[in-house]
């Protein structure tokens, strides 16, 4: 089936857990909308501001130049090349994007999509290794006082490193059979941060929020983003990882109309748009590239008070 923008999406392929490819597209060539600077680059350029998808289409088309590459996915490829992308960006005055970047293809209530639980994993058994790793690299240690974790768009998994515990780690998600199985959550809660995307708790209260190949669904990100901001520590770390696979219906349109290196400047600019934190960063931490499921983070500090 062809999405809005007339490109062919891989939807019938099953995947693990019934979760689909997303498309990866080729960004469309037009011109970039605002300046990057790769490390080093001294010159800033800046350009015609576009909307929605071509904006995105021209960052990375600049982002492409920027690197030295003929096409953002071929340069995308290049070792690194996902860190780079977050650089030096000179964000747009306005949120670039519309309305319809965050339709999708299903409208339904998620509540009657996400009903019945699913115990299956969404990535596979490496990618969901790189990203304990990663947190293991950058989470409090385990069993620290006073540190509290939350996992946003939570199910019965949250990938965190084997045997890691908090006296509190909160759980969000839209399923819970899934959520009470969790072994990692000391608490959860139930809620479609679609209708309701207010998060449940004090300022100030977690050290790191997690969200895990879900901010795709997400169709009011910079609500949900700007109180992430709100309920984290200053200092805490927000970290968004994801992979090339979706429940494609389910997701937004800006996203399954676009491509891994797409995700991270718009995962990147959620941060930027909400404030309050510091400027995002990307890393590409797929195991084995072109191998196993890719897996990207994008992730950001609050500004300290
Ligand atoms: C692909 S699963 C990922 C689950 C888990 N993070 C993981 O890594 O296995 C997508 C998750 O997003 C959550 N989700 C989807 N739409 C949501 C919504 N509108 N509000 C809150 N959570 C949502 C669901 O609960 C579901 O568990």
């Not at 899934?178 to 990692?184: A, F, G, H």
Request: proline content about 8%.
């Amino acid at each position: 089936m062809a999405n809005r923008f007339g490109i062919r999406l891989q939807h019938r392929l099953p995947r693990l857990g019934g979760v689909y490819p997303c498309l990866a597209a080729n960004p469309l060539s037009s011109m970039p909308p605002f300046s990057t600077r790769a490390s080093g680059q001294r010159a800033t350029r800046r350009v015609a501001l576009g909307i929605g998808f071509s904006f995105l289409s021209q960052f990375i088309n600049m982002a492409a130049a920027n690197l030295g590459a003929k096409s953002f996915i071929a340069s995308a490829r290049q070792k690194g090349a996902i860190e780079k992308v977050l650089e030096n960006v000179e964000w747009p005055e306005q949120f670039p994007f519309k309305e319809e970047d965050f339709q999708r293809f299903d409208e339904s209530s998620d509540s009657l999509f996400y009903e019945s639980p699913r115990f299956v994993t969404h990535i596979d058994d490496p990618a969901i290794a790189a990203l304990s790793k990663f947190y293991l690299e950058v989470f409090p240690p385990s069993d620290s006082p006073g540190v509290a974790l939350l996992d946003i768009c939570s199910s019965w998994v949250s990938h965190y490193p084997k045997g890691y515990k908090q006296s509190r780690i909160a759980g969000m998600g839209m399923n819970e059979e899934e959520l009470k199985l969790n072994p990692v959550l000391t608490e959860y809660v139930v809620q479609d941060l679609n209708v309701d995307p207010k998060l449940p708790f004090e300022d100030n209260t977690f050290d790191v929020i997690t969200n895990v190949v879900s901010v795709d669904y997400l169709t009011k990100p910079i609500d949900v983003f700007r109180e992430i901001s709100r309920i984290l520590k200053p200092g805490g770390l927000a970290i968004i990882s994801f992979s090339n696979r979706c429940f494609w219906t389910k997701a937004i349109s800006i996203w399954t109309s676009t491509g891994d290196a797409d995700h991270v400047v718009i995962v990147g600019g959620y941060f930027h748009y909400a404030g309050g934190f510091e400027p995002p960063k990307a890393v590409d931490i797929s195991p084995n590239p072109g191998r196993t499921d890719p897996m990207y983070v994008v992730y950001s500090r609050k500004l300290a008070a």
